[in-house]
């Protein structure tokens, strides 16, 4: 099994900073993309942003000149860093994969279990 473990999070005012993690574990063949989606109450998941094994990075409009993804191949793990925080950027934050585990013969998406954040004063 491989389990994605987000870390940061929490209360952030406005204007603020924000610095999440996620660390990919488990028996783990390779990774080809790590990234963020989000959800605010009743609305769809968005990306946040994403970025390749090779260091790619495609960021959601809504963060675009805020946000800056990056990720560690080694220890399988990505970092996103934002800035300029809005209440509008109040969701539940999920870490997401393309995991090929070990004996597996293809790449699966998998989730994390998220971590709030709230923009608020």
């Known amino acids: 099994q491989v389990q994605l473990v987000e870390s940061g999070g929490g209360l952030v005012h406005p204007g603020g900073s924000l610095a999440l993690s996620c660390a990919a574990s488990?028996?783990?063949?390779?990774?080809?993309?790590m990234g963020w989606y989000r959800q605010a109450p009743g609305k769809q998941r968005e990306l946040v942003a994403w970025i390749t094994a090779r260091g790619d990075p495609v960021y959601g409009d809504s963060v675009k000149g805020r946000a800056t993804i990056s990720g560690d191949n080694a220890k399988n793990t990505v970092y996103l860093q934002m800035n300029s925080l809005k209440p509008q950027d109040t969701a539940v934050y999920y870490c997401?994969?393309?995991?090929?585990?070990?004996?597996?013969?293809?790449?699966?998406?998998?989730w994390g279990q998220g971590t709030q954040v709230t923009v608020s004063s």
């Open positions: 997401n994969a393309d995991v090929v585990p070990l004996g597996w013969s293809r790449e699966y998406n998998a």
């Open positions: 488990g028996r783990i063949l390779s990774i080809s993309a």
